[in-house]
């Protein structure tokens, strides 16, 4: 019988319970309260907390707390990245953040999705897909990426964007749903 936790990596329906995903919640709601309690005075130690929570941090990326994820080893962060405070990364399916990315402040990152029909929805059935971000994308203050989204490389996301679908890379977005209104030269 497949575990509920092998159906979440597998991408298919799955519920939130089971001893696999319970203890991984677990580790993560302590590590994030680890991340957010860090002091400013001691970088090294907030880094050391950071790499502990997330799957990878490349070097010279910098999260400011508040930070908050659903299992933080499904997240990869690339080098000389920035994450600004109040992110939230609901990283059920893998989050890929490339080089250079810039992401301000309240932005959502949300790969979970759950049934339109009601019936499986009340039973608690939900699902999850990936989230990439290529290189030296910039996401403005309060962007919401949705589940499934790819973004390419060089475009910037205008604040209070909604990204419902792929943009290309070398654009600028904007809007709900985000939409390109130019290139980036």
């Known amino acids: 019988m497949t575990s509920m936790k092998d159906r ?11 001893p696999e995903i319970l203890a991984d ?3 993560a709601a302590r590590l994030n309260e680890a991340f957010n309690r860090s002091s400013a005075t001691d970088p090294e ?11 990878s941090v490349g070097e010279g990326t910098w999260v400011r707390p508040p930070f908050h994820c659903d299992y933080g ?5 690339g080098p000389r990245g920035f994450v600004n405070f109040n992110a939230v990364f609901l990283d059920i399916a893998r ?13 959502q990152l949300l790969t979970a999705t759950h049934p339109v029909d009601p019936e499986p929805r009340r039973e608690k059935w939900e699902a999850a897909q990936p989230i990439t971000l290529g290189d030296n994308v910039w996401l403005g203050g309060g962007v919401i ?5 790819s973004i390419g490389d060089d475009t910037v996301v205008g604040a209070g964007a909604v990204v419902t679908r792929d943009l290309p890379a070398g654009v600028v977005a904007v809007g709900n749903p985000a939409r390109p209104v130019r290139t980036v030269n």
């Open 25 to 27: 919640l677990d580790r």
């Open 95 to 107: 989050i890929s953040i490339g080089a250079d990315v810039q992401i301000g402040p309240n932005v």
């Open 73 to 77: 080893w499904n997240s990869h962060l």
């Open 8 to 18: 979440m990596l597998a991408g298919e329906l799955y519920r939130a319970e089971g």
């Open 45 to 55: 130690g907030r880094l050391e907390a950071l790499r502990a929570l997330l799957g």
């Open 145 to 149: 990426v949705l589940a499934g989204v």
